[in-house]
DNA sequence: GATTCTCATTGATCTGAGTCAAAGACTGGA
DNA sequence: TCCAGTCTTTGACTCAGATCAATGAGAATC
């Protein structure tokens, strides 16, 4: 999949303009505040693969992803990897009150960040009902995602956790996009290995018994969720 | 175990002599707000096993654990079930945006917790940076740990598990009650097993092969870390 | 269009943890 | 003190998913 996921104009620099502005931490913000803010934000572009921060870097940034698809991952120190998420335009990043991030981001194709110094985001905040309001939500929203991860990783087989992810990735996806069962999966084998705690091998084998039992059909770059009743059921139980 | 796990005091009703008052939520309130804030809040006790709240009900309330241990899980319908917390005096529980909760809480050992009705705690919140930021910090922080968890149960075997577990208790009574290498589970080997995504019986073949090896010894209601060093290393790496 | 790479798939085999079953060990109550 | 109930431990066996080892299929480079 060369091209990109979610296809979001930026001509201009300003938030006025910004595709993400409607649903993301900014919804939260007036005319006025909007101004001040976009002078703390600056934008950033990078490369495929290259590393937004990682784990043990201070962090010194929050990052509201524009456009693109990143993974979220922490390391054991024997190189074991867990992908703790896959960020999508409009979802807000890095936010910590410690000294150094718990985990690494990058880029999974090209991607474009929004980015924000913490100290001066912070003081801008500080006096923003709003906008620490909508910050909680965001934190809430996440750890509820983490929480259903968790059930996934502790008591679910490998079946259940690849319809899982694919019906849950479509959804978001569906969020952005509009409705559609194409599931561009951007993100490689290994990557959905480490997100659902299992190995490149058995995510292949399960993709093709999904394939062979007429659940979905595998495309270059993605799958088609052919019977997506029969997906959510397994993703359900 | 029989007597509560973490001793609190709480003779009186009010906020002033409450024992988990200097690094709970309400640690952000001034002498001020926190007269107001008392208004909203009401105590209560939960005998052992009972429910505080549970899964799918509507989520009118917010508590703060006061006195006791809590586990907090979610179930599968076919009654799998995956623990995503155990609560201790300070936490903060129920935080959420949603309409109805996520999982459900209920009491290891009697509880007593003190609790906000959600409306009057929002409007309360609204124009209260200081208690807001808190939130966050707290949202942030259980975000951190739930990440931590995903690592474990993703990419851990059953012996770093439990060593692990063991380890991060420890940790977390240390911060309560001060240091001490007796670690006491309130809570049951299938509670444990249902935290770390195993069953019962790999737990408890866990436990006899750390006591084998020296790393722990196994007490009525609970386990003293004999070699604290070797139980850190297998919970590191 | 041949040559590498990298990534995904498939097969054969192994193993860590699950399952099933039984025996201990506590606990509370009569 | 005995009994019933619950929880924990242990043993024997199984199996889902890991590991090891090719093979296949694109994409990138020359």
Redesign the pocket.
Known sequence: M?TSLVAVDFHGQGCADCAVRGFSVCASLDQFEMREFEQLSRRVSFASCETVFAQEDRSSCFYNLLDGVMRLYKLLPDGRRQIVGFVLPGDFVGMTTEERHGFSADAIGPVTVCQFAKLPFGRFADDKPNLLRRMNELAVQELNQARDHMVLLGR??????VATFLVGWRDRLVELRGPSNIVPLP?????I?DYL????????????KLERDGIIA?L??GVSLRDSARAEALAAA
């Open positions: 060369k679910r087989s490998a079946e259940e956790k993100m490689s084998r290994q990557d290995a705690g299992l190995t490149i091998e058995t995510v292949s084998r399960t993709f093709t595998i270059p770059g």
